[in-house]
């Protein structure tokens, strides 16, 4: 095997982690190597997953869909934040809207200038002079890159989508690549007595499926890199207190807007995702905190629409394989680890985790060096969103359970506390080196959540008191005026139809 030519991919399971890889490889090695997807009808998928991030705009468009196409089959709306409700004080509301916002200064981000003049008095909020959330607010949508006539920067979108349509949807990409499916259950795994690489795997048909490469995509059974090659899962749940959700989808109500809803619950918290066809719901909670009875009683008293099913209970570890890749398997998805839903980071984690792969592809056997740097950049990434993801509950003003008193009080990592820390003191924050969220993004929670700084930059104050009001009137009425131009986000889903 270790100067054995990959010729053979094989990659375990049908869920959006799986058909997402399948179509990339296809679409990348197809004339290269050989791939088949197994997977199981009769086990099923996780059937969650349907708020993404803007990268995936640019992993659809380098497999070359169409996004009407893509929206039409998939159901899909488009997403321009996350709007937090309840999550600093009960009623009060931000939004991590995508994208920039107000203008881009050198060494000196635009949210110094927000400061200094809302210390001057100005009682404009900082969302304000955010393109993305004025637009969300009005539930207007256009894809456009800048404002017109200027160089400020324009939407940053992703999508809502029904993501069992979207496995589909690239299933469908991938087999017109050449992708070979195998319905079929995997009930043996045969490894090398020697090296512990596995060999092939044994359907309950009796078939044998043999591969030089497996991607393990089997969802949080791990079947592979848990079952069969034993990489250990390191747990975060003493930073992100949250271990099951329950899942149910809603009739639609009213208009589809283009945010997801996080609202924060007395012992977790609840997603509202707009569909074309349906609202996705779910409750992200404690179970030492809430039995799965009264998740369900809070879930089903808020719903927006008429329940579509039964509250589906999901049980869930949050943490990561310490090796993603371990001998021959490399896993994705849900198969790799798992945050939690709150920043929808799980289906972007499978879109860089598949890219990391093609990059690292081995070529003449598998070496070493490849899967060490594999999994040194997979950990980075993952601990670079824990941080993010943990911000959102160790800042949270709640006082009202002790779910959220615990939050306040746990110790989080040295790494996200020396960022709050200097954001408090300072008002700067630093984006590490490939951190998939920006200064804005953390900018924008840790404001919206009562992290107020004691102090701006001191290059902010280089501006006179009429230029810095001139400034931001200047930016606010651009704003206003591009978002009063923009269609209604429904005249854009259903355009050209
Ligand atoms: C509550 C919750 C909410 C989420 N919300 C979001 C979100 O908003 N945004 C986001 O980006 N992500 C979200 N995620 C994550 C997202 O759902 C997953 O990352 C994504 O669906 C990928 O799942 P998967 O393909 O890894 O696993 P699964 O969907 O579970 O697929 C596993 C596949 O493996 C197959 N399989 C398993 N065992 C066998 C076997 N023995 N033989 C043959 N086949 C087998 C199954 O049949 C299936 O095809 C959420 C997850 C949860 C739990």
């Known amino acids: 095997m270790q100067n054995t030519t990959i010729k053979n991919l094989v990659i375990l399971g ?4 799986g058909w997402m890889t399948a179509a990339l ?49 998939t159901s899909g709306s488009i997403k321009l934040g996350i709007q937090f409700e309840s999550w600093s004080r009960e009623g009060e509301r931000y939004m991590h809207a995508f994208g920039g916002i107000g203008k881009n200064f050198p060494f000196c981000d635009f949210y110094n200038y927000w400061l200094r003049a809302r210390a001057a008095g100005d009682t404009a909020s900082f969302w ?66 020697d090296s512990g690489f596995v060999e092939s795997l044994l359907l309950d048909s009796g078939q044998v499926v043999e591969g030089d490469l497996f991607v393990d995509c089997s969802g949080f059974v791990g079947l592979l890199i848990d079952k069969a090659v034993a990489s250990e899962y390191d747990q975060w749940d003493q930073w992100l207190p949250c271990d099951r959700a329950m899942a149910v989808p809603s009739a639609s109500a009213g208009e589809i807007v283009p945010y997801t809803r996080s609202i924060a619950r ?45 509250p589906r209970v999901i049980p869930f570890r949050t943490g990561h394989r310490r090796q993603q890749w371990c001998k021959n398997v490399v896993s994705l998805g849900l198969a790799s680890g798992f945050l939690e839903p709150l920043e929808s980071t799980s289906i972007h984690l499978v879109q860089t985790a598949a890219t ?59 790494s996200l506390q020396a ?14 080196y490939d951190d998939l969220f920006t200064e804005v993004a953390w900018q924008q929670v840790m404001l919206g959540q009562g992290v107020v700084p004691q102090d701006h930059h001191v290059i902010a104050d280089g501006l006179s008191e009429g230029q810095l009001r001139d400034l931001m009137q200047s930016l606010k009425t651009l704003i206003r005026g591009t978002v009063k131009q923009m269609p209604p986000h429904r005249a854009f889903l259903t355009a050209g139809r």
């Open 14 to 17: 049908g869920g959006t982690a």
């Open 266 to 310: 007395a012992c977790g918290w609840q997603w509202q995702i707009p569909l074309q066809h349906r609202t996705g719901n779910g409750l992200v909670y404690s179970s030492r905190h809430w039995s799965d009875e009264q998740a369900r009683k809070v879930l089903l008293a808020n719903l927006p629409g008429e329940a579509l099913a039964e």
């Open 356 to 414: 990391r792969l093609l990059k690292c592809f081995p070529h003449r056997g598998i070496r070493g060096e490849e899967v060490a740097e594999f999994n040194r950049q997979s950990r980075l990434e993952m601990e670079r969103i824990r941080d993010f993801i943990i911000l959102h509950y160790k800042v949270n003003q709640r006082r009202d359970s002790d779910f959220w008193r615990h939050c306040e009080e746990m110790a989080v990592p040295d």
């Open 128 to 193: 304000d002079y955010s393109l993305n959330y004025q637009a969300a607010m009005q539930n207007k949508f256009a894809p456009i890159k800048n404002i017109p006539n200027t160089n400020l920067p324009g939407i940053s979108y992703a999508y809502h989508f029904d993501a069992g349509l979207y496995a589909q949807f690239l299933r469908r990409f991938a087999e017109a690549k050449g992708v070979k499916r195998i319905e079929g259950k995997v009930c043996d795994v045969r490894r090398n007595s």
């Open 25 to 73: 490889m296809a679409k990348v090695l197809g004339k290269v190597i050989n791939i088949t997807l197994v997977e199981s009808e009769q086990i099923g998928t996780v059937g969650v997953g349907e708020a993404t991030i803007p990268p995936i705009v640019s992993f659809n468009q380098a497999l070359g869909l169409e996004e009407k196409e893509f929206l039409r089959a």
């Open 419 to 432: 960022k709050i820390d200097l954001f408090r003191s300072s008002g700067k924050v630093f984006r590490d």
